[in-house]
């Protein structure tokens, strides 16, 4: 597994890249809904709800960012997470820096 991160205008761009499975194109339009599961005779032994990518995608939607993902099968995927950073004072700014640079401080208690 692979993730890289990089700052693209004011988001920032997650990307996780598995050399696994993969999903076929079909499955790919599903993805994000409740409960649903690609199902191969590989994946039927898979254990999982189907909820944690919606949950992720609606975490996402609700910072107005976006999730969304490419897949090649018996190649991997690739999960993109697109996190806008709002800046709205010099402080925030600030703390957007320090984050992207690695040097994010414990908040005061």
Avoid: C
Avoid at 20 to 38: A, K, W
Avoid at 86 to 107: M, R
Wanted: glycine share 10%; net charge negative; no cysteine.
């Amino acid at each position: 597994m692979l993730v890289t991160s990089q700052l693209e205008g004011e988001d920032v761009h997650i990307q996780i890249q598995d050399h696994g499975i993969g999903m076929p194109e079909d499955g790919l339009v599903h993805l994000f809904t409740p409960f649903y599961r690609v199902e191969t005779t590989t994946t039927r032994y898979i254990q999982g709800t189907g909820l944690g990518l919606p949950i992720v995608k609606e975490i996402m939607e609700m910072h107005q960012g976006d999730v969304w993902a490419e897949s090649t099968l018996g190649q991997g995927s690739m999960f993109h997470i697109l996190f806008p950073l709002t800046i709205s004072s010099s402080a925030s700014e600030e703390l957007v820096h320090n984050v992207i640079h690695g040097e994010a401080q414990p908040a005061s208690p």
